[in-house]
DNA sequence: AATATTAGTCAGTAAAGCTGACCTTAAAGC
DNA sequence: GCTTTAAGGTCAGCTTTACTGACTAATATT
């Protein structure tokens, strides 16, 4: 037996690692989403929408931060469109581009989401300690920006 | 103004946080795979095989690991079977069940996978510091556990 | 002015993912 | 034991997601 090198990895690899709690939270947010009322939305919808920033973003942006092809992102706004959760409104600075704008309906459940999401935090806060759940916050940041992607 | 409860959490929810280094891992995983030659293969297949334990996994328990329905699960694992990836033996302990287990050609492509993770591994370790790393891990490993989930 | 690039849509197709119905075997209740 | 309930899995049918390729219109570049 030799000395250890540092902790032991377990048995799952860092991907595993982040997908189990992201994967887990997704799915208690949405959950909750569906519970108020909002049934007639879907997951890679959600996904796109949490990506919409307050002045609106680009089909083409969007698509690149859910890492989907620019079709696939119109077509799930459009849904989202037709079901009055965003709105699509001709870019001021650009003619070829439209922004996608959240709507009402997408507010309203945008909040159901962000209070579910605080009750997660609190849990996942609890249960690390508040400074440890804070690292952990900022060390994964960290490694978001290495990714070379616009964000 | 007032006393800040803690760091300053940024513009991304936890969710995100998670999602970010994730799916960008995922996606080098997964190029790393196609460009060994394994281009048969998809996402969601390449998701569920790096479920499979060595000595088999049924349908539903996998199924219940990457959160989709036994039904898709029964889809995915029949692609990679007709392509070589895996196979299905009947469970010794339980004759409805069969247990899926990884074949040769999934063997090699999950070595090309394995070899590609150590790669971002040493990356990322090397950008938040050893330690730091370790830490982060460890964290994931507990937020993991918190999930009442198999696993 | 000509050319290349970027934003986005349209069309077509394959894969993923769901629900519901069903069969078979195992476990639980009596 | 026998009956009932639960669990593992497939089949069928359908919608959504997601891709590639081709195209239009507008912006940048040279």
Redesign the interface.
Known sequence: MQGEK??D??P????????????????R?FAAVQDAGYTDTTLPQARLF?RISAEGSRITELASRV?ITKQTASVLVSSMERNGYVRRVPDPLDARASRVIADERGLAAGKVA?AE?QR??R??RQ??G?A?????????????R??N?P?
């Not at 799952?12 to 799915?27: A, K, M, Q, S, T």
């Not at 440890?132 to 978001?144: E, F, M, N, P």
């Open positions: 540092s902790t990895p377990g799952f690899n860092v991907g595993l690692l982040l997908f189990i709690p992201y994967r887990e939270l997704e799915e947010v949490q890492y962000a999401i997660i935090d849990e996942w249960a690390l508040s440890r759940y804070d690292r952990l916050r900022r060390d994964l940041q960290v490694l978001a290495l990714t992607r964000q």
